[in-house]
């Protein structure tokens, strides 16, 4: 990221009527909201819960941003992952790039993976084991 | 975990007919048995998948685990979470203890929590914003 640009996180949720997937979407956008104060992080949903992800982009508006990264707060890939979200956020199906107007300009969109396998998760689950333990 | 015992994790995947979950399930399992060499990984998977549940649990026959921490590899809770694993270890319902015998002995599972609103998640989910500016 360039010195000049300001990056807006959005974590997009599957949504659920259970309340849990929103929570945990929901905290997960709020501690890296915390964890970097330069950033702006919006949680939106891909159904059953609100803000919409469409919504959730819409409040991005004033807020500064010159680039949007969307990130699927999915374990895995799949079709909601390769097709479904980025017709939502209206990505190209090739590039998973977009824009979108926000203030009378346009900004670009960026398309993270899932959360997939990682070190990290490797080491959340290594502790939800020895939670359990105690 | 006293010095004298062993630790069996069983990482709990959904299953899916698509290849995605499975991977990351099998792929995080790898990990921990990589970063804690005392600890025996095993996956299992709720459906579509194999080994299932059942066959992961029994898979520990002969490796000498004293205790075995079964692990949801789930973003959020739901009824999987808390009744359908659950049932399928056959855990008490209300302490989500249970006893399995391996190798002749009767050996201790307890159950973890999914993964759930975590700092790592947080930081995984930033990452995976950052990667995708590249």
Known sequence: MDENEKLGILAIGHGSKLPYNKEVVIDIANRIAERHEDVVVK??????????VEEALQS???TGV????????FLASGVHITQDIPEILGLDPETKKGRIKLNGSEISI?????????????????NRACEALD
Chains 1, 2 share one sequence.
Do not use: H, Q, R
Request: charged fraction near 20%; glycine fraction near 10%.
């Open 43 to 52: 949680a939106g949903f891909m159904e059953k819960n609100e803000p919409t």
């Open 60 to 62: 991005f508006e004033g």
């Open 66 to 73: 010159s680039k949007i990264a969307a990130v699927p707060v």
């Open 110 to 126: 960026v398309y993270g993976n899932p959360l997939g396998s990682d070190e990290l998760l490797a080491e959340l689950v290594y």
